[in-house]
């Protein structure tokens, strides 16, 4: 089905188009020194949001939200401001970015809680970025769990809260978006749980 869809897209598309070239980069630099929470493997941040670009890209959305989602992170993460992201890509770009960035000034749960609150009023194309993004960290600690024990660790929460999370930004986002991303991100929940 995927493969269907990435070939339909890439007949009618160009494969990367100038918006999402100029956002693979601007997201490699400025996620540059950056790493994933992998304690076996040292593998760089950029791979998680050019992994959420490709999901998105995959499930059909148009250039701006793969744009954002390989951008999803640099608010939060990078200290880019909403304004800089407006002008360098497009408003809309600058709107799916902040829809699903955290404030990181509070602790685990009340980042998590007004997080999900956003969600509950942010732009459907907001929702298929947290998807995606869910998505490839729910993968990732999947794959880590079966290496490493104590992958729950890591986090600032312990697995059943991360799971009460998880499940309560599907159910956010089931409600108002109809995709196979949705398909998928309740499959790797449900793959964690047990």
Not at 29 to 41: A, L, S, T, V
Not at 113 to 126: K, Q
Request: proline share 4%; aromatic share 8%.
């Amino acid at each position: 089905m995927r493969k269907i869809i990435f070939l339909k897209y890439m007949k009618n598309k160009f494969a990367y188009p100038s918006l999402v070239i100029q956002a693979l980069e601007a997201a490699s630099r400025w996620h540059e020194g950056q790493w994933r929470k992998d304690p076996k493997k040292k593998i760089p941040y950029i791979s998680h949001p050019v992994s959420v670009g490709f999901l998105l890209q995959i499930a059909g959305y148009d250039e701006e939200v793969v744009a954002a989602g390989i951008l999803h992170d640099v608010i939060e993460d990078c200290g880019i401001k909403e304004n800089s992201l407006a002008k360098e890509f497009t408003p809309r770009v600058a709107q799916i970015v902040r829809d699903v960035s955290e404030p990181k000034k509070y602790s685990w749960n009340k980042r998590k809680e007004i997080y999900r609150e956003h969600l509950r009023v942010s732009s459907t194309d907001a929702l298929a970025v947290a998807c995606a993004d869910h998505i490839h960290n729910l993968k990732c600690i999947l794959n880590s769990s079966k290496t490493n024990k104590g992958i729950w660790k890591m986090f600032h929460a312990t697995k059943q809260e991360k799971m009460y999370h998880e499940i309560e930004v599907l159910k956010i986002i089931a409600k108002r978006i109809k995709t196979p991303l949705v398909k998928e991100y309740a499959e790797i929940i449900s793959k964690l749980k047990k």
